[in-house]
């Protein structure tokens, strides 16, 4: 009963989607809500990053919970966010949880959409460093031109190929082309990758997330579910980017990471699976060696060496990752949970990971501002 | 800050007293340096004051920005100055070339701008 565990989970179709974004919301709900009772729920966490900024909803809280109780009136909960990222979310419920008397049945939801196809990607980028630090704005710097640093800085210090960033794309567009719910469902080759326009180099078009569309809800229970969140961590770094001393580490992941496998008495080399932010596929290769997975500077050797991917030691990103899956920024981190659920299950189709019994996610916000793992086991 | 203060972070400084391309920093007693015009120390909370230093600085990082809000390229880097302290900074020149790792900050409209070192002939 102390366990808090995944009841349900549901992932929408991610891509471009005609739905406005309180209508991606309901659908998650419609999924994770099937077939129980809305009465049962206590709290409802809502997460989306900026759906004022590219939304034009003035109060997105109200929105959501108006179009939630017009759905479902048994469902009276306390609705609470609306946190920037889904990682904040499902962190933020899982201590509220804890906190509670073991004894208490009553069940949470995360749920978290974004819906941003609708505009042009140069604008999007310009809405969502609105919401980042405005010192960082005032020099033009938007999250990819931050990644990009990150990433010149990461190959200078530990002589990563650029090959390496090429091979994170074509490995998780290969999961992606597995899951019916990704954005890209094709793979990609290494010479593709190589050749796709530059961003900010030296990221490439094919190096970058894509934005998306789209939903995830988790329902949690303490009573039911076949998995378990085992432990949680979340990390932070300083303020402002320029005062990193080192911007080729991810300080906040490697403060997750320690504390979620402390509080789960569990070490990397535990883990079947890990879905990993990978907005950059540089960052899912600092990420894995912030996590303890690899010594810094090595992960790209494994995945070289044909690892990392679905049915070796470890898969990262079995559901394609943000990469391929698509990465509509307030979904994402709950997406991750539904992904794992989904291994830990055996329900994950053609993507399925042979022996999945243990996964982690990380997630993160901003460049790594703040960054969130979580540890998910299968209920014995 | 006072013409007759020293340059304290080591660098030896501009030459000239009058040379507008000095910055004006700021610095804890426990020698944490910023560009940034903080309060109170974000590292250790300790009170901050001004110094004097040399424009020189390190390019740690930088990246040109092709798809930007405004449409236009441009670049941007990272610097470290000698004191330790860091800025973000639009690097002047051309953007299809490396800027090398010596840079020279100017501070114009409250940013900061890199342009490479000059080398003495």
Not at chain 1, 239 to 266: G, K, M, N, Y
Not at chain 1, 288 to 316: D, K, Y
Not at chain 1, 354 to 366: K, N, W
Request: glycine fraction near 10%; aromatic fraction near 6%.
């Amino acid at each position: 009963m102390n366990r808090i565990k995944i009841k349900s989970s549901c992932l929408t179709r991610i891509g471009r989607r005609d739905e406005d974004l309180v209508t991606l919301f309901l659908e998650a709900l419609r999924g994770v809500l099937r077939g129980t009772d809305p009465g049962r729920v206590a709290d409802v966490y809502v997460a989306s990053y900026a759906p004022s900024e590219l939304c034009g909803l003035p109060r997105p809280l109200e929105s959501v919970r108006q179009a939630i109780h017009g759905e479902f009136p048994g469902l009276r909960a306390a609705f609470r966010g609306i946190y920037k990222t889904g990682g904040d979310a499902l962190f933020n419920a899982l201590e509220d949880i804890d906190r509670r008397s073991p004894r208490d049945s009553r069940e949470v939801v995360v749920v978290g959409a974004e819906k941003m196809t609708h505009l042009p990607p140069a604008q999007v980028a310009g809405f969502l460093s609105q919401r980042e630090n405005p010192h960082d704005r005032s020099y033009g710097a938007t999250l990819p031109a931050l990644g990009a640093l990150v990433t010149r800085s990461y190959m200078s210090a530990y002589d990563i190929p650029e090959r390496a960033l090429h091979q994170v794309a074509v490995k998780n567009h290969e999961h992606g082309s597995k899951n019916p719910n990704a954005h890209f469902r094709k793979t990609v080759t290494l010479e593709e990758v190589a050749s796709s326009p530059l961003v900010c180099d030296p990221l490439r078009r094919l190096h970058c997330a894509p934005t998306s569309d789209g939903a995830a809800a988790v329902l949690l229970s303490r009573a039911e579910g076949a998995v378990w969140y085992r432990g949680w961590g979340k990390g932070t770094d300083v303020p402002l980017f320029q005062e990193r001393r080192d911007i080729s580490r991810f300080a906040a992941t490697a403060q997750a990471a320690a504390r979620a496998f402390d509080r789960a008495a569990a070490s990397p080399r535990d883990m079947d699976l890990v879905e990993i932010h990978d907005a950059f596929t540089s960052f899912e290769l600092i990420n894995l060696e912030e996590m303890g997975f690899f010594p810094m500077g090595s992960a790209w050797r494994e995945l070289e060496e044909g690892g990392l991917r679905i049915n070796t030691s470890l898969a990262v990103n079995p559901s394609g990752g943000m990469k391929a899956k698509g990465h509509p920024i307030g979904c994402t981190g709950v997406s991750a949970s539904v992904e794992i659920h989904e291994q830990l299950t055996g329900g994950a189709g053609e993507r399925q990971h042979r022996g999945a019994r243990l996964g982690a996610i990380q997630s993160a916000g901003g460049v790594s501002n703040e960054s969130y793992v979580f540890v998910i086991d299968a209920v014995s | 800050m006072t013409d007759s203060q020293e340059f304290a972070d080591g660098t030896g400084g501009p030459q000239n007293r009058a040379d507008t391309s000095r910055l004006t920093l700021r610095r804890c007693g426990n020698s944490h340096a910023f560009f940034f015009a903080y309060e109170s120390c974000p590292l250790c909370g300790g009170k901050l004051e001004s110094f004097a230093s040399s424009p020189d600085a390190e390019l740690i990082s930088h990246t040109v920005v092709r798809v930007s809000p405004t449409g236009s390229p441009f670049a941007l880097g990272l610097a470290r100055a000698a004191s330790g302290a860091q800025t973000l900074c639009i690097i002047e020149g051309e953007l299809e070339k490396d800027p090398g790792r010596n840079v020279v900050i100017t501070e114009r409209d409250g940013l900061y701008y890199a342009a490479p070192r000059k080398t003495e002939a």
